[in-house]
């Protein structure tokens, strides 16, 4: 009798529970996990976007200077040459930053950071390859050289570096690219081959020896045989790359408009200011002057070499000015994307290279075996707004030495067929792209058919600004 009320209460008990869960779930106070239409229980996908209760992350602005500085320590992860196995690679375009220099500006009455720009092989950071490539660059007498470029340095020499020069870090950094890479494309997908010509390459630099001599040092470590008759490095007058379609008055206009928002930004900063204030006093200054001279530039140089700010009898500039001028400049690049100014003349700036880019890829894909790879040394101002075209919004700023990577595939299955593969820093940000973004939702390969970038360059550029050609945008003025 005794088992039997106990068995008759339990029943009750669980019974009681079960109503209690169900009356829960109708009332959303617990979570439930539905089966969704396509079959896929929302767990076991992976989450793409936050929760909308949960904060957005604190920018950190010691870490993200660490990312920036991209200081060659462990070996790093790349997504690069990733397809299905009866894929070909058939091209490979990539463009780069170059590495880590030294500052572009001073800040007046301190004393520069004390930095050697010689290279010295048991220094670190350093490269197995970086005392072959010293021998290597001094006889570079036979390359081919546009304009001023046969008159620049083939690697950086000065024991006190000079504004704006590689330093030994940025040296190191594009040697290690250029091994990542021929890892990848050369060993791997035999890309080039041992017998490599010239008219497979396309080679081009801005006018600084910086670039330049970055650009010679992933080459070394990437080319079969490095070899200075193979070398036709092409000089490119225009930080944007827009060689000969430069003419473009909306461009500018948008620029313009950009320049105000972040000054309007500055402005509003009032901590900012106090740390602007406080500076241009330690080191006897106007704070006018001071701001002036874009002390972040040269702070950023301190703080990847781990050389203590500059300090003078008034005191020393410190840590947290440093994390406040860097917090502000992570805050204007995020607000630069909400605001879409920066978009607009990212859009302008960049067709010309993205035209060159695409007619090549066309070329290659009908059967044409020239400029198979292609390299483009450049700069931040370069690489920020072609990231900004293209739609990759989540991108960092571009770090020293970062890489930007278009890849050309040919479907083995069908050899009409071609598709490509967007890839930034080793990171696979294809469908980051705008015009890639709703065919990853309904194929099941993994990169791009190439009609869909050459469309968005040919034409959907240009619908922003109501136009349907470059030269139509560039003169239109927004309603």
Not at 29 to 50: A, F, H, Q, T, Y
Not at 125 to 143: D, N, R, T, V
Request: aromatic content about 10%; some cysteine; hydrophobic content about 35%.
């Amino acid at each position: 009798m005794l088992f039997r009320n106990r068995f008759l209460f339990l029943l009750a008990l669980a019974a009681l529970l079960a109503f209690l869960s169900l009356s829960l779930q109708f009332l959303h106070l617990i979570p439930v996990n539905p089966i969704k239409e396509d079959g896929l229980n929302p767990k076991s996908r992976k989450r793409i976007m936050p929760d909308l209760l949960t904060e957005p992350p604190a920018i950190d602005p010691v870490y993200e200077a660490h990312v920036y500085c991209n200081i060659p320590t462990i070996a790093e992860r790349s997504m690069e040459g990733y397809a299905p196995h009866y894929f070909k690679l058939v091209s490979v375009q990539v463009l780069i930053r170059h590495g880590d220099r030294y500052p572009l500006y001073a800040i007046p009455k301190t004393k520069r950071p004390d930095i050697d720009c010689t290279l010295l092989p048991n220094r670190k950071p350093s490269h197995p390859q970086l005392e072959a490539f010293i021998k290597h660059m001094s006889k570079g007498s036979a390359a081919q050289m546009d304009g001023t470029l046969s008159s620049l340095p083939r690697y950086p020499s000065h024991s006190l570096c000079e504004m704006g020069e590689l330093t030994q870090t940025g040296v190191v950094q594009h040697l290690r690219n250029g091994q990542l890479l021929r890892e990848i494309y050369i060993n791997k997908h035999k890309l080039l081959l041992n017998d490599w010509t010239a008219k497979q390459l396309y080679l081009e630099t801005t006018g600084k020896s910086r670039t330049l001599q970055s650009a010679l040092a992933l080459l070394y470590t990437f080319l079969p045989d490095f070899d200075w008759k193979k070398i036709n490095m092409r000089h490119q007058w225009s930080t944007i790359f827009c060689s000969g379609s430069c003419d473009c008055p909306m461009r500018n206009h948008y620029l313009e408009e950009e320049q105000r928002r972040q000054y309007s930004l500055r402005v509003k900063n009032g901590d900012l200011e106090k740390i602007y204030v406080d500076m241009a006093k330690i080191v006897g200054i106007p704070t006018r002057q001071l701001r002036a001279s874009n002390p972040i530039d040269s702070l950023l140089c301190y703080f990847c070499h781990n050389v203590s700010f500059p300090c003078t009898k008034t005191g020393c500039i410190g840590m947290e000015h440093f994390k406040v001028i860097k917090r502000h400049q992570l805050e204007d690049e995020r607000e630069r994307q909400e605001k879409k100014l920066y978009f607009l003349y990212a859009l302008l700036a960049t067709h010309p290279l993205l035209n060159q880019t695409v007619n090549r890829l066309q070329r290659i894909a009908e059967g044409k075996k020239e400029e198979i790879f292609v390299l483009h040394s450049a700069h931040d101002v370069t690489l920020s707004p072609v990231l900004s075209a293209l739609g990759i919004t989540e991108a960092r700023f571009p770090r020293f030495a970062a890489r930007l990577v278009f890849e050309l595939w040919q479907d083995g299955k069908r050899p009409k067929e071609h598709f490509i593969r967007i890839l930034y820093n080793g990171a696979d940000v294809t469908f980051q792209t705008s015009f890639c973004k709703d065919y990853y939702k309904r194929s099941s390969k993994p990169m791009c058919p190439l009609e869909k970038f050459v469309s968005f360059v040919k034409r959907d550029m240009f619908l922003v600004f109501n136009s349907t050609s470059y030269y139509d945008a560039c003169r239109r003025r927004p309603l």
